[in-house]
């Protein structure tokens, strides 16, 4: 639900810095004076009033305290995300008694102009919606004190999450193959409504339930010393935040998704439709699988090496068409313009500590191995025309294993 930056990371280790959700935050209050607050429900009913009109942040963020109303409906118990769009909290519902996460959006015009096209989309999936589309479900949405609020089902924490707690320990493969089987049903159902996400993204895969088991796992680099791991009770997802969703037949922007899922098509300046998402699944199908982002990189020319260091050389016929923007990545030709247009030796180094696809994935998979890289290759074609779609790869070996 979040839309998060990436930009500022440490240039040294190479790690996103991304603020934490749910599985990360500590309780703001403790869960005996939680389950109070809703266990005395109708007790006081001056309670259900609202507060104080307040003006919002410097930012146009909405100020409130906890325990205190968002409308008379929903009593405001935590806050479970940030991000540019506003903030995420954790409610209780009184009317249906149950917990919802209401998406909070700054009081800003775009912003504001932006969530109400993520309404249209998110009830335009739910209108569709057959019980299996694995996309988060709208529960209802009001304008409130200039605030568009959009209120949903309540889930557990992103993949992401779950990886950074895991200290980046990676998930087993058979995880990892029914968390790629129910994205890409997702991503199939959006694409059959013509729909196409454009910015999927670990942080923005939620599983449907926070229960999980402690199991001895990865062991640290320094020592011989055992280092616990969480894996999740159930491997249940859902798709989350829609406010960059786009119609094939609409108008398209030129940069989406963020960086380190960004398909080349999109830095080539060629346009993109759906096999833009096709691309983002196989870069987070790596990163489930290795534990770190597959390509680590905030600048373009260095981005393209490091495609070209893992899958080969880019296609001649996609350079040429490439964009004036794009232009100056290129030597006269088709070759890239690297090392020698790298912006630091750091860069260079970061490029060629990569290992091409193949490698890759042996050396964090030991069965499947074979199948999972021919299932990345059909998903990474750089060539978008090329690019299995999600019904395809649906179909592809890697998955027919699922019962």
Known sequence: MVAIGIEGMEREQRIR??????????????QVKRAQVVSNEGVNRRRHASPPRRDDDREGHYVFNLGENLTPRYKILSKIGEGTFGRVLECWDRQTR????????????????????????????????????????????????????IVFEKLGPSLFDFLKRNKYCPFPVDLVREFGRQLLE???YMHDLHLIHTDLKPENILLVSSEHIKLPGCKRLSSDETQF?????SSAIKLIDFGSTA?????????????????????????WSYPCDLWSVGCILIELCSGGALFQTHENLEHLAMMERVLGPLPEHMVRRADRGAEKYFRRGSRLNWP????????????????????????????????LTDLLQGLLKYDPSERLTARQALSHPFFQNLT
């Open 17 to 30: 810095k991304r603020p934490r959700l749910t599985w990360d935050v500590a309780p703001s209050e403790p």
């Open 98 to 149: 149950e917990y919802v996460a209401i998406k909070v959006v700054r009081s800003i015009r775009k912003y504001r102009d932006a969530a109400m096209i993520e309404v249209d989309v998110l009830q335009h999936l739910a209108k569709n919606d057959k019980g299996n589309s694995h996309c988060v479900q709208i529960r209802n949405w009001f304008d409130y004190r200039n605030h568009i609020c």
């Open 340 to 371: 020698e247009g790298a912006v630091s030796r750091e860069s260079i180094r970061a490029v060629n500590k990569l290992y091409c696809l193949k490698d890759l994935v042996s050396q964090h998979v030991v069965s499947s191995r074979s199948s």
């Open 247 to 271: 119609f094939d037949n609409q108008n398209h922007s030129s940069i989406v998704s963020t960086r380190h899922y960004r398909a080349p098509e999109v830095i080539l300046g060629l346009g």
């Open 186 to 188: 997702s991503v199939a």
């Open 229 to 233: 791991r969480c894996l999740p009770k």
